[in-house]
């Protein structure tokens, strides 16, 4: 694996692990995003360290959530902040600002494509900051955090089972995971698409052990999975271009519903994954979600060059978002979905 041969990499896993091992007197707040690989991560660090535990319904971490967090620790003498699986990307760096303006440190460990110069707003661990590769964005957070923890020490079959469900949860090749790996992220996502009341770290490792309750939520999360994959594939709509491009309308899918918007994004482009150049993207009023496979990439067409080209030609309609080469998020200014997804199709099909 390209990470564990990088020097790098190993100096900043090490930074990270003493600095975690050197906090046991502060008192840590660890926000992380609210799927598998995340929550994996979570975990992973309170293995290192005692934390703070809040669940990130966002991507993005915003001027809000700075200021919210803020007024949180206002009063608490050197605080720590850490960041799993989000908080790296273009649309966070203005709230990273704003903690590192209140004097608050902040460590982000993430994979998605980083934000420019994010590495002067907080101590930054980015798979996606050691090479230009598109595959080091699977390198996930929850992986990236078992390596942390094993620098700092810490060893067992858990910390590899955590790994392992975290790329089960993103779909990466960077570790071999079996289907007892696929079952329990998927039981994380559907817990955590139900997370309106706000989950801590406590409530999964409780399901985790609790063998009825766990495999009665799996039952419900795959006939879920199986219900959305029909419905899906009824609204998958083809547009055919450079890239053969597929959209799907997800406005019938609630904010907190499962799977959430990103997931559908990703069951619909299972189902297409294999032809040779393929872009899925799933869209709402207010935003949209890439999936892209390695053939479209390869020709160019990789969710980041999207990206630009819609800052270039309606910057006025987004408003943030992020991801890696193969799948992102974008938010759209309300109302507005529908004109970027025909952009989109432009996109595809100039000559």
Avoid at 261 to 276: A, H, I, M, N
Avoid at 282 to 299: P, T
Wanted: net charge negative.
């Amino acid at each position: 694996m390209l990470l564990e041969l990088n020097e790098g990499f190993q100096k900043k896993v090490k930074e990270l692990a003493n600095k975690l091992l050197n906090a046991k007197n502060r008192l840590v707040y660890l926000r992380y995003h609210r799927d598998a690989d995340g929550i994996c991560g979570a975990l992973l660090i309170e293995k290192i360290v005692r934390v703070k535990s809040f669940q990130q319904n966002n991507s993005v971490y915003g001027i809000k959530n700075a200021l919210s967090d803020i007024n949180m620790v206002y009063y608490e003498e050197n605080p720590l902040m850490v960041f799993v699986d989000f908080g790296s990307g273009e649309g966070s760096l203005k709230g990273l600002e704003t903690l590192k303006a209140r004097g608050i440190e902040v460590i982000v460990i993430d994979h998605h494509f980083p934000g420019n110069n994010v590495e002067e707003k907080a101590l930054v661990l980015n798979s996606r900051l050691f090479g230009e590769e598109d595959e080091l964005g699977s390198y996930t957070a929850g992986w990236i955090c078992g390596e942390i923890a094993k620098a700092a020490g810490k060893e067992g079959e858990e910390i590899e089972m955590l790994q392992r469900t975290a790329c089960a949860g993103d779909k990466s090749e960077v570790m071999e995971f079996g289907e007892e790996d696929r079952q329990r992220a998927l039981v994380m996502d559907y817990l955590a698409s139900y997370s309106q009341f706000n989950n801590r770290l406590a409530f999964y490792k409780k399901v985790l052990k609790d063998k009825e309750l766990y495999e009665s939520l799996l039952r419900q999360a795959e006939d879920g999975l199986e219900e959305s994959k029909e419905q899906i594939k009824r609204r998958m709509k083809v547009v055919e271009g450079k890239v053969k491009l597929y959209t799907i309308n997800l406005e019938w899918i609630g904010h907190m519903q499962f799977p959430a918007r990103g997931k559908s994004t990703t069951v619909g482009f299972e189902t297409v994954k294999d032809e040779k150049e393929v872009v899925v993207v799933g869209h709402w009023k207010n935003g949209l979600s890439f999936r892209i496979n390695k053939g479209a990439v390869e020709k160019g067409f990789g969710a980041n060059y999207f990206i630009e080209e819609l800052k270039k030609r309606m910057p006025d309609f987004l408003e943030g978002g992020g991801g890696h080469g193969r799948a992102a998020a974008l938010r759209i200014r309300d109302g507005f979905g529908e004109h970027v997804v025909n952009e989109i199709k432009r996109i595809v099909q100039e000559e």
